[in-house]
T-cell receptor, first 114, second 112 residues
């Protein structure tokens, strides 16, 4: 079992609809969670970070965290063709050297259809 | 602020050659990372550093070496390049152990 799991997709969503991306993780000690967007041939760029249970909204994006169920999700409202990209979930979990390691999901490819 | 800067952007190496991928950040971040990303795959950690003078192996360190003599720079050395090292390499940094990471533009390396 992978430490961070995402559906690889592709997830196809009509323009203007809500895109819902999910991520589950295995380490209950994980403390912080991040969503990145990666366009083809480009580097990952941060969309949202979330540290506490519940929802966090930023513009059209909402991150949701449920530590009890060990999942984090990203909702994109009013989806635009420019949102078409691969979305990476990253989970910060404690490591043996008293630091934290970022563990990455393989990403979900999102396609917004005009 | 330039953020995280990687050089070169592209490179073709012959089997057995060596090279250094450069990474520099100007955000005074303590933590720095090297990842590789193969087509259609996720990020795999090669090496990381929690501060100047401190480095440690990630999940795929074989064939690579790093050093961290300053806070700003974290070069990745490839010795005896092999076709299996054909990949896109990303350098990233973050201020604290639980904050977000920022990425460089990447280096696309092909070994032939």
């Amino acid at each position: 079992q992978k430490e961070v799991e995402q559906n690889s997709g592709p997830l196809s969503v009509p323009e203007g609809a809500i895109a819902s991306l999910n991520c589950t993780y295995s380490d209950r000690g994980s403390q912080s969670f991040f969503w990145y967007r990666q366009y083809s041939g480009k580097s990952p760029e941060l969309i949202m970070s979330i540290y506490s249970n519940g929802d966090k909204e930023d513009g059209r994006f909402t991150a949701q965290l449920n530590k009890a169920s060990q999942y984090v999700s990203l909702l994109i409202r009013d989806s635009q063709p420019s949102d078409s990209a691969t979305y990476l979930c990253a989970v910060n979990r404690p490591s043996m050297d008293s630091n934290y390691q970022l563990i990455w999901g393989a990403g979900t490819k999102l396609i917004i259809k005009p | 602020n330039a953020g995280v800067t990687q050089t070169p952007k592209f490179r073709i190496l012959k089997i057995g050659q060596s090279m250094t991928l450069q990474c520099a950040q100007d955000m005074n971040h303590n933590y720095m990372y090297w990842y590789r990303q193969d087509p259609g795959m996720g990020l795999k950690l090669i090496y990381y550093s929690v501060g100047a003078g401190i480095t440690d192996k990630g999940e795929v360190p074989n064939g690579y070496n790093v050093s961290r003599s300053t806070t700003e720079d974290f070069p990745l050395r490839l010795e005896l390049a092999a076709p299996s090292q054909t990949s896109v390499y990303f350098c990233a940094s973050r201020l604290l152990r639980d904050t977000e990471a920022f990425f460089g533009q990447g280096t696309r390396l092909t070994v032939v």
